[in-house]
């Protein structure tokens, strides 16, 4: 026991909870560099998913209020959900793995686990669950905007918002049930240490469990086939959405009647302003979404490559805060739409301030016609 005590006695609070924590447990220690970051993935989780939750409820109550009977209504409601969801998911798992708060609650009730392991399955599964049907949505969402772009006459009798409701509901299901498949195989047992007084939980997946293969199939569909396929989608459907959009612009002009200038250069201007809109909305979202997707994809494929970078392997601590960091890549890319609509949407912009006081506008409105003068 003396030993233990002169092991810890120079640690943090949050360091000595964490070690205390996996004593007994065949895991690898954390070190000095996890303890100093872990702070900081967690504030800056919490930071950054407060704004997108907030964001994202607003997202669905303006396209609510704007109605279902355009397409891309019905697929923005949904993926705010699914950010939202994405965002929930994440804070908790940020909780549970970067904070003391859950390890503390743990050791008050004298019992001990790994809470990073347990965090993966109570926040960390979940949160990838959501991330894989934001992606899913974003591929959607961009094949829909190439097809009205393409097509723009014949699409709209075929992409009904029914069938659109129908289509994001089937994606909901594909994206959120293989979240099932790790909980399938898992094994949990608790042992009760009467010399520490203190009962332990382990979790862990049982070789000759049958069941424990769904796990690889949950970590090969959300690892693999998933984000390759709606990276793959999102790619081609925007760049042809850009080509398409410029080959559009360009048919308008040299099709511009000279006696019906104005009218014509009014109409002109007026579908080319709504086609940008539309390309700048799409191509920020699609960029946001492969820029965070990416780097998230690859720590998978390592973490299988090498069985030491993991929860429980030798580079335990590398491995915890690239997925805190590339946690919060995927919060940021979830939380970002309330901005993008802002920026890029007339009528979510006027909306939006619809649902503002109205003398918190007339405020406003005033503070900005001041600066401006200034």
Known sequence: MAAENNDTSGLGENEAIFNQI??????????????????IIWSTTVLIGAFGIIGNILNLIVFVKLGFSETIHVSYAALAISDAGCVVTAVWFGLACYSAVLSSE????R???????????????????????TALLTAWISMERCLCVTFPTRVRLIVTPKVTKILITAIFVIGLFPVVFPYVGLSIETTYDSRRNLTELFLYYNAENELSALNDLGFLLYGAIYPITSWITVSVCTAFLVVQLKRSSRWRKSNTSGNNLPTELGRLRSAERRERRVTKTVVIIASVFIISSLPFSASLVASVVDRNYS?????????????????IFGVANSSINFIVYALTGSRFKSTLVGLLPTKWVQHCRKTSAALSKN
């Open 22 to 39: 996996s004593v007994g447990q065949t895991i690898q220690p954390f070190d000095e560099i996890f303890y100093r970051v872990s702070p």
């Open 311 to 327: 929860v429980k392997g030798h580079y335990r601590s590398v491995f915890m805060i690239n997925t805190g960091l590339l946690t």
């Open 111 to 133: 019992l001990h686990t790994d809470v990073c392991q347990l965090g993966i399955f109570i926040g960390g599964w979940p949160h990838m669950a959501f991330g894989r049907t």
């Open 106 to 109: 743990l050791a008050r009730r």
